[in-house]
């Protein structure tokens, strides 16, 4: 079975340039996340969706950092202009969320390669 | 406010010297803890759910427990392969939470 699949892997632009980071989850898996993990740092949430809906995004930056995830499959992250601060991995998962029984809630992540971007 | 505590934040073991790593919380209704393991270069690979105080889960050298307020990853006589960043996560009512990780380091 493919795993998650993002591209590119590698990005170097110079500042106040825009970028896009494409990721292909698991297929059948209804939940897709965005993270950005910076170095000796654990991963942290940019977005989430559920199926085609955005339904966390309070940690993403809107005023530079959009993101769509067409038919509920593919997504798109898109920074425009891009900081120098943006350096970062930009790590895409995906999993296949049920409905919590007895508080429990089946949430195990399978996460891509990622795209380490930096910027000059 | 949610938080999640990984200690120590780097470690070097030789081979075969067993030790544990710990990750402690504080989170409003817990739903689940999560333990991966990332390599460099890579995403994290899932590991173990946790769900009740008292709960273990083993594969192959790691073993994870659960207390209300913290969980271990023990590994027994460690191999070089086991060297990467050990990640845990809480799912909890305010959302998925990683902590900083713990960097493993096994010599041969």
């Known amino acids: 079975e493919a795993g998650v699949v993002q591209s590119p892997r590698y990005k170097i632009i110079e500042k106040k340039q825009p970028v896009a980071f494409w990721c292909n989850p698991i297929?059948?898996?209804?939940?897709l996340y965005w993270y950005l993990q910076n170095l000796g740092q654990g991963p942290e949430l940019l977005i989430r969706y559920e199926n085609e809906e955005a339904v966390d995004d309070s940690q993403l930056p809107k005023d530079r950092f959009s993101a769509e995830r067409l038919k509920g499959v593919d997504s798109t992250l898109k920074i425009q202009p891009a900081e120098l601060g943006d350096s970062a991995v930009y790590l895409c998962?995906?999993?296949?969320?049920?409905?919590?029984?007895?508080?429990?809630?089946?949430?195990?992540?399978?996460f891509g390669p990622g795209t380490r971007l930096t910027v000059l | 406010e949610d938080q999640v505590t990984q200690s120590p934040e780097a470690l070097r073991l030789q081979e075969g010297e067993s030790s544990s790593l710990n990750c402690s919380y504080t989170?409003?209704?817990?739903?689940?803890l999560f333990w991966y393991r990332q390599d460099p270069g890579k995403g994290p690979e899932f590991l173990f759910t946790?769900?009740?105080a008292g709960e273990e889960k083993e594969k192959e050298r790691l073993k994870a427990t659960l207390t209300k307020k913290e969980s271990f990853l023990h590994i027994t006589a460690p191999k070089p392969e086991d060297s990467a960043t050990y990640l845990c996560a809480v799912q909890a009512v305010g959302g998925y939470i990683f902590g900083t990780g713990t960097r493993l380091k096994v010599l041969a």
């Open positions: 989170v409003s209704g817990l739903r689940g």
């Open positions: 998962a995906s999993s296949l969320v049920s409905p919590e029984t007895s508080g429990r809630a089946r949430n195990e992540q399978f």
């Open positions: 297929s059948g898996h209804n939940t």
């Open positions: 946790l769900y009740s």
